[in-house]
């Protein structure tokens, strides 16, 4: 069993990337609303981070960050599916956020496996359920097809790019443009996998 500190395994890259979120929340001073999808996530609310402010279903969180986005323009929505979400249907959701320019920061949580389920592959993987090569499908792709203009990949290790990407993200979000994000860093629990690169995935 791996160990674990504040409900994260240690080294889980999901722990820099809201330490870093959280930080530069606090020196914008703003605070926001948190939605993910069931998985590591979750354990977002409870301390040190109570972060997490609506948990409803696998894929959820986008369609209903956008429809909080477009309700209270003021706020500032924050939905984080997981690379398995993503595909479940949150895929779904960031067509329609586009489609009605919700102003909003879509945070794909890209650990290249679903976890928390025990680490079945996701389409972020690189292989099937037999664990045959399969495509790398990639969100940022996904995100790029739709029409969103502010799209950047980083890994929660640099912690000062990753800095960097949040207040560039936010500052696209008070401009009424829906951002989208890619935290790409392998699950510590699986082993031997680098993260996907534009050559290593195929057409899709």
């Known amino acids: 069993m791996p160990l674990v500190r504040d409900g994260f395994c240690l080294g889980c890259p999901y722990v820099p990337t809201f330490e870093i979120l959280n930080a530069v929340l606090k020196e914008r001073d703003t605070r926001g609303v948190i939605l993910a999808d069931p998985g590591c996530a979750v354990r977002l609310m409870v301390e040190p981070y109570n972060a997490l402010d609506v948990k409803i279903s696998m894929g959820s969180c986008v369609a209903i960050g956008a429809g909080i986005a477009r309700a209270h323009p003021g706020l ?3 939905a984080c599916p997981g690379d398995s979400g993503f595909y479940h249907s949150a895929l ?3 067509v329609e956020a586009v489609l009605q320019r919700a102003p909003m ?3 794909v949580l890209d650990n290249r496996t679903t976890a928390l389920s ?3 592959p ?3 993987s690189g292989v099937d359920a037999h664990g045959r090569p399969a495509p790398v499908l990639l ?4 995100a790029h097809a739709c029409g969103v203009r502010h799209v950047r990949v ?3 290790a640099d912690q000062k790019e990753t800095r960097a990407v949040f207040w560039n993200a936010l500052d696209a979000v008070d401009r009424g443009e829906l951002a989208f994000l890619v935290m790409r860093s392998p699950c510590v629990l699986i082993e031997g996998v680098t993260p996907p690169t534009d050559s290593q995935s195929e057409p899709f």
Not at 139 to 142: D, L, S
Request: proline share 14%; charged share 15%.
């Open 76 to 78: 500032r929505v924050i």
């Open 92 to 94: 779904l959701g960031l």
């Open 105 to 107: 920061l879509v945070l």
């Open 118 to 120: 025990g680490c079945q």
């Open 122 to 124: 996701s389409p972020t």
């Open 139 to 142: 969100p940022e792709a996904f």
């Open 154 to 156: 980083f890994d929660p």
